[in-house]
């Protein structure tokens, strides 16, 4: 039996992901302190179907 190997996906060029995910964090801690003002959303809360059948329906539905 041979073993395949998969390859790594690669990333794309001129993203730096820790550095993005460290602005974040500190944005967040900026607004925590009242330094800054971060967007935000309203979304609109959509309680769990109840019933098997609604959950199928939902599952089988297209997605947007």
Do not use: Y
Request: glycine content about 4%; proline content about 8%; overall charge positive.
């Amino acid at each position: 039996m041979r073993k395949t190997s998969r390859a790594k996906p690669k990333r794309p060029a001129g993203r730096d992901l820790f550095d993005e995910l460290s602005e974040g964090v500190t944005a967040l801690a900026d607004a925590r302190q009242g330094k800054r003002t971060l967007r935000t959303h309203a979304l609109e809360h959509k309680p769990a179907p109840n019933h098997a059948e609604e959950l199928i329906r939902v599952c089988e539905s297209p997605r947007l």
